[in-house]
């Protein structure tokens, strides 16, 4: 539920079974100096081929916030891709039909890429399974950027040893 009182918007969520109420101010002085987020140059080796696995029946699949509690989320299925020689089968949220998000953390984060987690949305697998991880398109979510969010992190089949150099990079924070 959200509501505007003057210029501020008022966001109120249920999260970790608790409410909570967060202020999106356009006047705050962080955003004001916001200067964009650095992401790697586009790659065109990090557009990788995928399979999607589909569950029988979607799972929910418990996982850790930043915030500090768990939450379940439906997971239709895992994707399986090869990245520097190595097989990886990441569990994917979403709908196979309408497109699939992936969270995951790499071997760069906390150096190079945001230290909790990153998100690659997938279009919706074709007829065959197959699927594109185009890693350039990853972005951060906005704990990234905020010690205030309640983001995902990524279930430990998603934490990937390997560094993708691709999509956004650790922000700038002051």
Avoid at 63 to 71: F, I, N, R
Avoid at 83 to 109: C, E, K
């Amino acid at each position: 539920v959200s509501m505007t009182f003057d210029d501020i918007d008022i966001e109120v969520a249920a999260r970790g079974g608790q409410v909570i109420v967060r202020p999106h101010d356009p006047e705050n002085p962080l955003l004001k100096r916001y200067e964009g987020t650095p992401a790697f140059e586009p790659d065109p080796a990090w557009r990788i081929p995928g399979r999607f696995l589909p569950f029988e029946q979607p799972r929910q699949i418990e996982h850790g916030t930043v915030a500090g509690y768990s939450q379940f989320d439906a997971a239709p299925g895992e994707v399986e891709f090869e990245v520097a020689g190595q097989t990886q089968r990441v569990v994917v949220y979403g709908d196979s039909q309408q497109g699939l998000m992936l969270v995951f953390r790499d071997g760069l984060a906390g150096v190079e890429t945001a230290p909790a987690n990153r998100r690659l949305d997938l279009e919706a697998p074709a007829a065959d399974g197959s699927v594109l991880l185009d890693f350039n398109r990853t972005v951060n979510f906005p704990c990234a950027y905020t010690d205030a969010a309640t983001c995902p992190l990524p279930p430990s089949q998603n934490v990937l040893a390997v560094g993708i150099r691709a999509g956004e990079k650790l922000p700038r924070r002051d």
